[in-house]
T-cell receptor, first 117, second 115 residues
Framework: GAVVSQHPSRVICKSGTSVKIECRSL??????MFWYRQFPKQSLMLMATSNEGSKATYEQGVEKDKFLINHASLTLSTLTVTSAHPEDSSFYIC?????????????FGPGTRLTVL | AQSVAQPEDQVNVAEGNPLTVKCTYS??????LFWYVQYPNRGLQFLLKYITGDNLVKGSYGFEAEFNKSQTSFHLKKPSALVSDSALYFC?????????????FGKGTRLSVIA
């Protein structure tokens, strides 16, 4: 089946620094990738939709200047948390859609746990 | 707007007993429905989906779900629970507008199977 990887799996950083998270589709081309965040014991909340070669579409309430998304190729999307603060600590999960068919499900990465001290 | 409700935060079941995790949805038009499972500190694993056709969908690890259009439900079931089934389960819906619409998730139900 389709595999999506995320790197790093876990990161701890100091407040004020920036952190980049990579999401890769390993065996398929993903025209669209989605970024979600999950707080402890809560559901996944969509942050943004990332389309290859174009600007990301952010959900209401998500700061695009704080959460920079780059979808530079059909297999890679990156999420950069700029000037991270403790409230940004969360579990970030990406998913990738492998084609134009609406029948195709999304494949999820294993997630990245960000802890901001 | 589409939405998903999982009315139970926690479901406890004895090993060997049947289990049901409930899900209801709201969407305009015909829904695409999904169930995912999440183990601690892991991403989501796909269990099954309903797109069209037979209302009873069979998925991974012996799970199945029944699409009920009149009740707008898509409950997850398994005839005999295993301790290893203990995890967090998410129901999700997507409108079939195009392949690039995101999933909307329920809040999740924690399943605990007791030996």
């Amino acid at each position: 089946g389709a595999v999506v990887s995320q790197h790093p799996s876990r990161v701890i950083c100091k407040s004020g620094t920036s952190v980049k998270i990579e999401c890769r589709s390993l065996d398929f081309q993903a025209t669209t990738m989605f970024w979600y965040r999950q707080f402890p014991k809560q559901s996944l909340m969509l942050m943004a939709t990332s389309n290859e070669g174009s600007k990301a579409t952010y959900e209401q309430g998500v700061e695009k200047d704080k959460f920079l998304i780059n979808h530079a190729s059909l297999t890679l999307s990156t999420l950069t948390v700029t000037s991270a603060h403790p409230e940004d600590s969360s579990f970030y999960i990406c998913s990738a859609h492998n084609g134009g068919s609406s029948y195709n499900e999304q494949f999820f990465g294993p997630g990245t746990r960000l802890t901001v001290l | 707007a589409q939405s998903v409700a999982q009315p139970e935060d926690q479901v406890n079941v004895a090993e060997g007993n049947p289990l049901t995790v409930k899900c209801t949805y709201s969407v305009s038009g015909n829904p695409y429905l999904f169930w995912y499972v999440q183990y601690p500190n892991r991403g989501l694993q796909f269990l099954l989906k309903y797109i069209t056709g037979d209302n009873l969908v069979k998925g991974s690890y012996g799970f199945e779900a029944e699409f009920n259009k009149s009740q707008t439900s898509f409950h997850l079931k398994k005839p005999s629970a295993l301790v290893s089934d203990s995890a967090l389960y998410f129901c999700a819906v997507r409108e079939p507008i195009s392949g690039n619409t995101p999933l909307v998730f329920g809040k999740g139900t924690r399943l605990s199977v007791i030996a």
